[in-house]
């Protein structure tokens, strides 16, 4: 195996450890990337000190946390904490060339362990540092518990373990929460068995969280409170014109708050009767335009949105500068007619619901809401389509692809 040491140039007062701190390395289990990003690190604080007039032996924390501010100051993005310098700290303090850390500091065993961690995933798995940082948030704890007589105990580390530590923490936390920690955890595990610190991969032994979306009804509205909402809106009024359009394509399309503000005008096909959609993923689908829809828009179109702007989006705000409006201006619209109306806190995903409840109200498959709301999967409609128990009943279709 090549020696990382010969691939980095290490002058000044550190230089005599290279060679052996790089065995070490390679011996706990460190890639050779890894290994080289460690003795890059050791450069710099070489260098440092040599430029500081200073030898190993001044490597107390007030020296380290100077160093560490000059490497942040000198515009580094990574080894920026004292935990990055952990492993080079202990192996110096080991050959005593530097000075023993005093009681007070103590640099936990599963620091150690989760600064190479990081390194695995931002040199190796290309994640970014903010995700890197998120992921040993939420793994810290399951290292914390297999802490034992001032090491990490991996040896005995057992499927059991793991779904034990998973399902205590899930109970805990809302299920997106749960769903991160889940993915971060098989990440940790899988790195664990890649540096030959697990016999196995234990990252089936992760239990998957269950998509707790399903155990709730949506809340549509009725067809009565649709009507009042549409009502609340002065359509005498640019405001008003504008927003009965909106809420006309979140009740009857069911677009989402981010489509309906990309919306431009060429989206409109008249003549086709056809809406083009920008979706998720810059993905564009076509639409058929109900004659209601397309009543709305051509009212807002002719009467109330300005004249003249170079601006191409269909809805923009009232008042001068005359902007296109975002998702959340959008958003804010329905919130504001759910409160004219008295109905709560109405939202654009609320009326996504509405647009697809009635569908299956009235007798339309699957399958096709499915296509009209643009999901990819048959599952995610399910979760919109959910309705009343008795609508269910009453329309009692079997499931695609499911039994009698």
């Known amino acids: 195996m090549t020696d990382p040491s010969s691939r980095v140039r290490i002058s000044g007062p550190l230089k005599p450890y290279a060679r052996g701190y790089a065995a070490q390395l390679l011996g706990q289990g460190y890639t050779q990337i890894s290994a080289g990003s460690q003795l890059r690190l050791m450069a710099h604080l070489s260098r440092w000190l040599k430029g500081e007039g200073m030898g190993a032996e001044a490597l107390t924390p007030s020296v380290v946390e100077k160093f560490l501010a000059a490497r942040r100051a000198a515009g580094y993005v990574d080894f920026r904490s004292s935990r990055a310098l952990g492993p080079l700290l202990w192996y110096l303090r080991e050959l005593g060339a530097v ?99 697990t016999d196995r991969s234990l990252t089936a032994a992760v239990p998957a969280v269950a998509d707790w979306r399903l155990s709730g009804l949506p809340r549509a509205l009725e067809p009565d409170q649709v009507r009042r909402l549409l009502l609340s809106c002065d359509r005498r009024t640019v405001a008003g014109s504008r927003d009965f359009a909106i809420l006309t394509l979140f009740s009857r399309l069911g677009m989402r708050s981010c489509e309906v503000a990309a919306l431009e005008l060429e989206d409109l096909d008249w003549r086709a009767g056809e809406i083009l959609v920008r979706g998720k993923g810059d993905r564009k689908e076509r639409l058929p335009l109900p004659a209601d829809v397309g009543a709305a828009l051509a009212a807002y179109l002719r009467n109330g949105r300005p004249e003249g702007v170079t601006c191409r989006r269909v809805f923009l705000s009232v008042r001068a500068p ?83």
């Open 99 to 197: 000075p023993q850390v005093p009681p007070d500091v103590v640099i936990a065993p599963e620091e150690v362990l989760l600064e190479r961690y990081r390194h695995y995933l931002t040199l190796e798995r290309g994640v970014v540092a903010s995700t890197a940082r998120y992921y040993i948030h939420l793994v810290r704890p399951f290292l914390v518990t297999r802490v034992t007589n001032g090491g990490i105990d991996l040896e005995h580390l057992a499927a059991g373990d793991v779904s034990a530590f998973v399902l205590a923490e899930c109970r805990r936390r809302p299920a997106p929460s749960a769903k991160n920690l889940v993915t971060a955890l098989r990440s940790l595990l899988a790195f664990l068995h890649i540096e030959g610190l």
């Open 322 to 404: 005359l902007r296109p409006m975002t998702s959340s201006s959008v958003k804010q619209a329905v919130e504001a007619a759910g409160l004219r109306t008295g109905l709560g806190r109405t939202t654009p995903h609320r009326l996504r619901h509405t647009a697809a409840t009635e569908m299956l109200r009235a007798g339309a498959p699957l399958i096709e809401i499915g296509q009209v709301l643009r999901h990819r999967r048959l599952q995610t409609t399910a979760i919109y389509a959910k309705t009343d128990r008795e609508a269910l009943r009453l329309l009692a279709r079997p499931w695609p692809g499911g039994g009698a």
